[in-house]
């Protein structure tokens, strides 16, 4: 590329980092300079640091992979189930976060799969269903290994719905199940007769009723639907008001066509308008199947999963394929439900951080006044930490925009080289599920990643380099 | 939005439209044919720019941490690194990242990251100027350790720090002026490096029609690396003039003679001539690391006994300051060299600038005083230096020293003793 020293050589701007000195004997001069206010990180992380910056890929590799992510264009397209589409049999199942073993599980883990068991038939009761759990008849897989993704415990057995979410862009595609409301739902922990009956019910008639809506109207883009629900109010994880009530609006006349009773579609109808989260299980495949396109780039330090299990945290990043980097997962802060306390509360669980890996979500909180109880209380807090993420990501994404930061792009790309040069973490809006297989939510806010899972990354995306 | 009402009161208004759906946006423009392209291009920027980049630095809400971030919100040109060196290549890779030319202050950065920065940098026509770079002067504006002197036709290029403010004292005494010292760090010359910023540079100030004449100043050179930018200096409009740190003041004479000026007579003020003439060794206690170079390889070919200590090195500046910002290291060998008669002459500059000791003759008066043998300072400073260029004469004259502002004439008057 043409050296270009017109910047250089005429009344340069000058940034700085270090040496206080050095920008007094600037200013001195009265000329304008800025400081950076970085502090050197915990001693040991230098090396990778080095190493990182002499990776002559990374830089490309970076934009190539954050780009990647945001030309992504996935669409709803329509409904399947899990044994058709990923091919999982009977005792198979997935589960949100890294791989992790029936004996580590954490409560809610446990009560989702128990009822998942009960939900297949595979148990007559909950105590049958928790001996073959321990006896070690079920096999368990990530989500994420299976190009799937899960809210909290992230179960999803054979014959569950799924959406399919597709990405003609990148040819992606990313799968996830169908949303239970809040309360006692299966993806809390819960495994009561109600819950089960509600998977049945979403299984035999919403389930169909939804995928003949979709076939009616056509492939649903959800990039355009989180535009349009950022500026309304939600930030795509915690808040997800704004984006079910555009989702019904504009598949209403859809469902509405379908070939069954007006009292079978009042009853969908119902469901959506009682779950502010309906949505959420669209918009995670989709935040999914676009971070998916930056996967397997050489050199790119840039987040493509973070997702819990209840007991770790665990990220994948570009340059190191499917290796997970963990560390046991803190436990959320935030707002209970009345009646639990903070000893009820899980550890941090689901895999629905990947709307984080996105850019929104905890990235976005200054999208969702409504709901700064969770970060603190304040407005100025969830701008406060929107603007810290701009700090540790690669990109802005122009087509998801901030209304209040004069149309912003979202923060995105989570860059680990940065978050541990910064020591700034992710924010991480969640749920809180019960600590207790069989609870259910107890409430919801926010979370901080281990810092160590974004150090072991950066450490080995940094040894790749060597020995390019 | 291109939604079906906005598109056909396009189609109404003459626009060819073509298919679209309510959640695209929908931008409709005449233009002539061959301006289409441009037109796309500018709304492509206006959609993807970075809405913090509109807003003045005084007004960010948020103090960033990061280097890179900084750069971006406010669209640095150049970011100042002076972190520990063990950090300084990661926040260089940010700056280049984010489009700024990195100076980088910090020593103690390996080869293979340099190499690596200046590879990426001249991937995205950007500058490394360093690491271990003492001294740039960019528009005027000096950076580190620079003397204050008037924008002028000169360009300079240093893998040299000290020598590089040599040439500064000598410009500002013949009334010539600098625009611009970009400072290479001292390794970029070799031929490990092989002058990756050096031809960036050539580029640069070629580019710059203010600037009538090229100096190189460098403390070490690669054999293939001079034959290399020899070759690209003599394809250029603008004269290049290589500055040799064996005798800098002849160099800096050559280079102003290109300039069509002259290096008046060089200064010196007090005499050393009434000292007892000392008859034992020259001793050399200097900060700058080129001009020790300069007066070893004087005081060699004169054949004179001379023992040249650079305490800038490495050695003698871990856990304590360089000796351009505190003169305590220097204040204890003046006073062993006091006491010491196989001692019979003292050598030592004293470089002013921004970034350098604000009073280093207060600091040294009481130290010299204390010498009965000869002592001979080369004063690199200019007329402008906050120290007060004359105060600074003053001292060291009344503290017995003879003063040079030139170090080759410094130490030719010093291996005559």
């Known amino acids: 590329m043409e050296q270009d020293g017109a910047g250089l050589l005429r009344n340069p701007k000058i940034s700085a980092v270090g040496i206080q000195l050095l920008s007094d004997a600037i200013r001195d001069q009265g000329i304008s300079i800025a400081d950076a206010t970085w502090q050197p990180p915990r001693e040991g992380l230098a090396l990778s640091l080095s190493r990182i910056a002499a990776d002559q890929r990374r830089i490309n590799a970076n934009q190539q992979a954050v780009q990647a992510m945001i030309e992504a264009r996935p669409e709803v397209v329509g409904v399947t189930t899990a044994h058709q589409a990923l091919g999982l049999e009977r005792r198979q199942f997935l ?43 079920i096999e368990l897989l990530p989500c994420h290994s299976r190009g799937a993704v899960g809210p909290m415990a992230g179960v999803i057995s054979a014959s569950m719905s799924l959406y399919e ?180 509360i899980n550890p941090d669980i689901g895999d629905s951080t990947i709307m984080e890996t996105y850019g929104i979500g905890g990235f976005a909180m200054v999208c969702a006044p409504a709901i700064v109880r969770f970060v603190g209380g304040s407005v100025e807090l969830a701008h406060q930490k929107t603007h810290q993420m701009y700090e540790i990501t690669l990109a802005e994404n122009p087509h998801l925009q901030i209304a209040s930061l004069d149309f912003r792009g979202t923060p995105t790309g989570i860059d680990v080289a940065k978050v541990v040069s910064t020591q700034i973490l992710p924010a991480v809006n969640t749920g809180m599920a019960g600590k207790e297989a069989g609870i259910g939510q107890v409430g919801a806010g926010l979370v901080e990643p281990p810092m160590s899972c974004f150090e072991q990354a950066l450490a080995v995306v940094a040894e790749s380099g060597e020995s390019t | 939005m ?265 200064p010196v003020w007090g005499s050393a001539i009434e000292r007892p003439n000392g008859s034992g060794r020259l001793v050399g206690l200097f900060s700058g690391g080129t001009l020790a170079v300069e007066a070893q390889a004087i005081a060699q070919a004169s054949g004179c006994e001379a023992e040249i200590v650079d305490l800038g090195a490495d050695e003698y500046t871990v856990g304590r300051p360089h000796p351009m910002i505190d003169n305590t290291l220097r204040l204890e060998r003046l006073a062993e060299v006091s006491r010491d008669e196989t001692v019979g002459t003292v050598l030592l500059d004293v470089v002013l600038g921004h970034g350098a000791s604000p009073d280093p003759a207060a600091e040294l008066q009481n130290a010299l005083g204390d010498i009965s043998v000869p002592i001979f300072v080369s004063l690199i400073g200019t007329n402008g230096d906050p120290q007060n260029f004359d105060s600074q004469v003053n001292q060291l004259t009344q503290a017995g020293a003879e003063v040079h502002l030139s170090n080759a004439s410094a130490t030719r008057a010093a291996v005559i003793r």
């Open chain 2, 2 to 266: 291109a939604t079906t009402l906005n598109m056909e009161l396009a189609r109404t208004a003459g626009y060819e439209i073509p298919e679209g759906s309510g959640s695209e946006l929908l931008i409709a423009f005449r233009a002539e044919e061959e301006a289409i392209s441009r037109c796309l291009q500018l709304i492509d920027d206006l959609l993807n720019r970075s809405q913090e980049s509109t807003v003045a630095h005084e007004t960010l809400n948020h103090r960033p941490r990061s280097l890179g971030r900084l750069v971006t919100d406010l669209q640095s040109d150049v970011a100042l690194i002076s972190v520990p060196g063990e950090y300084a290549a990661y926040q260089a890779v940010e700056a280049i990242e984010a489009g700024a030319h990195p100076v980088i202050f910090s020593d103690n950065v390996s080869i293979k990251n340099e190499l690596s920065l200046k590879k990426q940098a001249t991937d995205l026509g950007l500058l490394v100027m360093g690491p271990d770079c003492g001294t740039v002067i960019l528009d005027g504006v000096g950076l580190g350790f620079a003397n204050v002197i008037p924008a002028g036709p000169i360009g300079l290029i240093s893998a040299s720090g000290t020598g590089a403010q040599q040439v500064l004292a000598l410009c500002d005494h013949a009334g010539v002026g600098v625009r611009h010292v970009l400072g290479l760090g001292g390794r970029d010359l070799t031929d490990e490096i092989g002058g990756i910023s050096a031809h960036t540079a050539l580029a640069m100030l070629e580019d710059d029609p203010t600037v009538e004449v090229i100096g190189i100043v460098a403390k070490e050179v690669g054999p293939s690396t001079r034959e290399l930018l020899e070759d690209a200096a003599s394809k250029l409009s603008t004269p290049v003039v290589w500055v040799p740190t064996g005798d800098l003041t002849d160099g800096i004479a050559q280079l102003l003679e290109i300039a069509n000026f002259e290096l008046p007579a060089l």
């Open chain 1, 95 to 137: 589960h949100s976060g890294p791989p992790i073993s029936w004996q580590n599980a954490s409560g809610p883990l446990r009560g989702a799969l128990v009822g998942a068991l009960l939900l297949e038939g595979e148990a007559a009761d909950a105590d049958e269903a928790w001996r073959l759990c321990e006896a070690n008849e």
């Open chain 1, 165 to 344: 979410v597709r990405d003609e862009v990148n040819q992606q595609v990313a799968y996830s199940n169908l949303n239970e409301g809040l309360g006692k739902v299966l993806r809390m922990g819960a495994y009561s007769p109600e819950v089960i009956d509600r998977l049945r019910w979403i299984n035999s008639q919403l389930a169909p009723i939804l995928s003949e809506a979709f076939a009616r109207h056509g492939p649903f883009d959800v990039r355009a639907l989180l535009a349009q629900s950022l500026q309304m109010g939600d930030e795509g994880h915690n808040r997800n008001r704004a984006g079910s009530a555009l989702f019904l609006r504009e598949m209403s006349a859809s469902i509405a066509q379908c070939d069954v009773s007006s009292a079978e579609i009042s009853q969908v109808f119902e469901f959506i308008n009682g779950n502010e989260h309906f949505v959420l299980n669209m918009v995670m495949p989709a935040a999914k199947a676009s971070a998916d396109a930056a996967r397997n780039i050489p050199g790119s330090t840039m987040v493509v999963a973070m997702a819990r299990n209840g007991t770790e945290f665990g990220i994948q990043v570009s340059g190191a394929g499917d290796q997970w980097f963990t560390a046991p997962a803190n436990t959320p802060e935030g707002i209970l439900f009345p009646g639990f306390s903070n000893k009820d």
